[in-house]
């Protein structure tokens, strides 16, 4: 891992950016709840997340009657684009323009597509919840911070799955979701986990009860904090979890968040930039799989245990 230098962790400052920030965010709900009509439910919700692609974020295949069609964040180009397996395509421009504009635009594309689309049509996990069509206010883009973050999470994307690589046990695939704008990766040990209260903003209990139905290990990369942050959780969080000690000295535990957090610039201005990452997810892993009593052996495995075979 230590190929990858420090200039490929661009740094972008969560302030520079909060009106671009809060815009995407919306825009992406949107398009992850126009995957979430379509797509049959996969467990915890896989089945709604986008993926980092390498131009942006893609809602991958989605299927519609009997074919299929795909929404794409290009922050190269800077377009929504929706493509059909009928060979159409529309875009729309990512440019300063209100959600309520974004959300007419795309949903229009849909109809000449051919896609009859219903969703609810208002943001989750945040507060206040203006629906899409009312939503004035989030009006922003700075296409070089889109850019920059979409280059963020091409850094996490690659070092999470390295890290997932690790597991063979339940995983979850290396996701974005939209509901807290996060890329995620979640761990399983197998064992069902006590019901879930929720409590998240403007989100029924019922999604929480299902993306927390089994005990689980998560990490991820979130555009909170100075310039973002890592995170590692576990629920049920096993008693000592939040003073076990981990890896980089920078990793702290935030009670507020009841979470582990890594500032993303102490990943970015590391000598191995990749190595201090991966120390901060396997070193909170194994707090929460060592304090959980996870039958690790059965649960990991050498990803390198085939390369002879694959050259």
Request: net charge negative; charged share 25%.
């Amino acid at each position: 891992m230590g190929e990858h230098r420090q200039g490929a962790w661009p740094r972008l400052r969560v302030a520079d950016w909060t009106g671009t920030r809060d815009t995407l965010h919306m825009w992406t709900q949107i398009v992850g709840k126009i995957r979430m009509a379509h797509a049959p439910l996969v467990n915890h919700w896989w089945q709604v997340t986008l993926y980092v692609s390498p131009r942006g974020l893609t809602t991958s295949a989605i299927p519609y009657a009997a074919g299929a069609f795909d929404m794409e964040f290009d922050f190269v180009s800077d377009v929504l684009r929706l493509r059909s397996s009928s060979g159409e395509e529309r875009q729309v421009a990512l440019e300063p323009k209100p959600v309520a504009d974004f959300y007419a635009e795309t949903m229009d594309h849909l109809v000449g597509l051919g896609i009859e689309t219903t969703i609810q049509a208002r943001p989750n996990e945040v507060e206040p919840s203006i629906p899409f069509a009312d939503d004035h206010q989030h009006a922003s883009y700075d296409a070089e911070a889109a850019h920059l973050f979409w280059r963020q999470l091409l850094q996490a994307n690659r070092v999470l799955g390295e890290f997932r690589s690790h597991f063979v046990g339940k995983v979850s695939p290396v996701h974005f979701f939209w509901g807290a704008m996060d890329l995620a990766c979640t761990r399983f040990s197998g064992r069902e986990a006590p019901r879930h209260p929720g409590g998240a903003p403007n989100c029924g209990d019922w999604v929480m009860v299902e993306g927390y139905s089994r005990e689980l290990s998560s990490c991820g990369f979130w555009p909170g904090l100075d310039e973002g942050a890592f995170y590692a959780y576990a629920y049920p969080e096993p008693e000592g979890f939040a003073d076990r000690p981990v890896m980089p000295d920078a990793a702290f535990y935030s009670r507020e968040n009841g979470q582990f957090l890594l500032p993303y610039e102490a990943v970015a201005t590391a000598d191995d930039p990749d190595r201090t990452l991966f120390a901060f997810l396997q070193s909170t892993y194994e707090a929460a799989a060592d304090l959980g009593d996870w039958d690790r052996g059965s649960l990991e495995e050498d990803p390198n245990r085939w390369a002879p075979y694959r050259v």
